[in-house]
């Protein structure tokens, strides 16, 4: 199986201040068709996971725009540009190139 | 409005069976995949098993393989999954999801059933 490494584990942020998670992947996410399936999950306290990004960078409807996507290959960032109190939660990676779909262990983001 | 809506956890002892359910409304359920994505207490999230739209496609986690089966009734727009021989280590919220496209994750959960093995 695919191994999908997150860091930090733990990310405390400042309102109003940037944040970025890392995931790695043990091997290469280009499928054959050329796409990248990278997928980047947020899950609020008590709630069911919800997709913000697929496809590395696209951003799904209604996610804010401080939420950005980056990467190739095996590694990929997730960015929020200004983290407000409403992104408290735990971020997941997930890559759907290959079977079985594999998640990262999640970034659990909290307020200073 | 895309609506998934799981049902049928609960208590059951090792080794038991169990079967969860996922009504599904707002789209046309037999065009798309669907996954079963589980959720330990306190932990991340771990993949199950998918289905493509028609049900000939099917995956497994090792973690499942041979104990569980999933399956769909694309007349009543509803997935299952039927869970055998269960482990302490099955338990946890089992949320049903969505996969929009080929390869494309999964972009509709549901509320989550919870699973809890124990004697």
């Known amino acids: 199986d695919v191994v999908v490494t997150q860091s930090p584990l733990s990310l405390p942020v400042t309102l109003g201040q940037p944040a970025s998670i890392s995931c790695r992947s043990s091997q290469s996410l280009v499928f054959s068709d050329g796409n990248t399936y990278l997928n980047w999950f947020q899950q609020r306290p008590g709630h069911s996971p919800r997709r913000l990004i697929y496809?590395?960078?696209n951003r799904d409807s209604g996610v804010p725009d401080r939420f950005s996507g980056s990467g190739s290959g095996t590694d990929f960032t997730l960015k929020i540009s200004r983290v407000e109190a409403e992104d408290v939660g735990v971020y997941y990676c997930m890559q759907s190139t290959h079977w079985p779909y594999t998640f990262g262990q999640g970034t659990k983001l909290e307020i200073k | 409005e895309v609506q998934l809506v799981e049902s049928g956890g609960g208590l059951v002892q090792p080794g038991g069976s169990l079967r969860l359910s996922c009504a599904a409304s707002g789209f046309t359920f037999s065009t798309y995949a669907m996954h079963w994505v589980r959720q330990a207490p306190g932990k991340g999230l771990e993949y199950v098993s998918a289905i493509s739209g028609n049900g000939i496609i099917i995956y497994y986690a090792d973690s499942v393989k041979g104990r569980f089966t999933v399956s769909r009734d694309n007349s009543k727009n509803t997935l299952f999954l039927q869970m055998g021989s269960l482990r302490v280590e099955d338990m946890a919220v089992y949320y049903c999801a969505r996969e929009p496209a080929y390869k494309a994750g999964t972009d509709y959960w549901g509320q989550g059933t919870l699973v809890t093995v124990s004697s």
């Open positions: 496809k590395v960078s």
